[in-house]
């Protein structure tokens, strides 16, 4: 019959395995539901979720948030939402991390950033919290970017000082040099402010609140004097990591506090003694021309307690002194003349 066509035309074909698959390193779900309850609709999921194990100090309670004795430099695995032992799983995890990568540089340990994210601080209710937290879903984006999103979280900045990856985070501590006029280069200091646009009153901070099924919620604080003075001027920033009103709320007062009090800006050059100095170290700068009188000077010479100095200083009762190890503050016994200083103790 020359009607007849016994041609078969495959267009797509799936092939379907009765079988149990494993999903390694993976945590999946798997339900069924009658498509009759929800219509044209797809079903929404939501979950909350423990996250995944990170390496932390043999030492460390994440429970607790307790370091104990002394750490002998090894790690054990365990849950945590420290965002220092979240950034090190990022960095040296060859799974879903960037230990894959041959990046031919040392990792620092962050071990005493950790302790500072675990100090326990008030939350604004009566209650103490970690000072730091991070709880977030992180899916892919550029290493660069995902890096700088956990350091943000405690406010750290990470960087490369030659022999490692390392991060530094603003906090409070000792000062680490003094700087005035005869140790800076033509004994120069400049000074300006930061731009008024640049000087924010209102803060406008964004975070998931886990009160509210992690949605995305927006806190708000301000100077209303500022404000009044000057006008409002917004600045918008998102919390990353932060659950909870009172680290969002901890977030943008502390960028309001710093844009506002911080806005004087001094310039300087140094010789090769500036090279020791971090991000976020403390100096102090005694400078003659801004007060109006000698406040610094060099010691030219020192003989047992008795010191001399490049210039002449009125009225001298402590000697304040920046060493190799650190800042030393001395009680001048009495003062010989304009530069000879005799001291309670040995410099």
């Not at 004087?264 to 140094?270: A, D, G, N, S, Y």
């Not at 005694?286 to 000077?297: L, Q, R």
Request: with cysteine; glycine share 6%; hydrophobic share 35%.
């Amino acid at each position: 019959d020359t009607l007849l066509r016994n041609d078969t035309y495959f267009f797509s074909y799936v092939e379907s395995i009765d079988a149990k698959m494993r999903y390694p390193l993976s945590a999946i779900v798997g339900l069924e539901v009658d498509s009759a309850q929800f219509g044209n609709n797809l079903p929404v999921r939501t979950y909350g979720i423990k996250g995944c194990e990170v390496l932390v100090p043999s030492n460390y309670n994440p429970v607790t948030r307790e370091y104990s004795g002394l750490w002998d430099r090894l790690f054990k695995p365990a849950y945590t939402n420290n965002p220092v032992w979240i950034l090190y799983d990022l960095l040296t995890n060859p799974i879903d991390g960037f230990g894959s990568r041959d990046l031919k540089i040392d990792i620092d340990k962050f071990y005493e950033a950790s302790k500072y994210c675990d100090e326990l601080v008030d939350d604004g209710n009566g209650k103490k919290e970690p000072r730091f937290v991070c709880n977030a879903v992180i899916q892919g984006g550029k290493a660069y970017d995902v890096i700088n999103s956990v350091c943000s979280s405690f406010r750290a900045v990470p960087a490369y000082n030659g022999e490692y990856f390392t991060i530094y985070y603003d906090r409070a501590h000792d000062i680490t040099a003094i700087y005035n006029n005869s140790n800076v280069v033509d004994g120069m200091f400049t000074y300006s402010s930061t731009d008024r646009t640049e000087q924010y009153n209102q803060v406008q901070v964004q975070f998931a609140d886990e009160e509210n099924g992690y949605e995305t919620t927006i806190e708000e604080v301000a100077d209303d004097r500022h404000i009044a003075k000057h006008g409002i001027n917004t600045l918008s920033i998102v919390a990353f990591g932060a659950t909870k009103r009172s680290y969002a709320l901890r977030t943008a007062w502390w960028n309001l506090v710093t844009n506002l009090t911080e806005k004087e800006i001094v310039t300087f050059k140094v010789g090769a003694q500036g090279i020791k100095h971090e991000i976020y170290d403390i100096i102090q700068i005694a400078d003659n021309d801004y007060v109006g009188e000698s406040m610094g000077a060099r010691i030219a010479d020192v003989a047992g307690a008795k010191v001399t100095l490049d210039r002449d200083i009125e009225n001298v009762k402590k000697l304040v002194i920046d060493t190799k190890d650190g800042i030393k503050t001395i009680d001048v016994k009495r003062q010989l003349s304009g530069r000879e200083l005799e001291l309670t103790i040995a410099p």
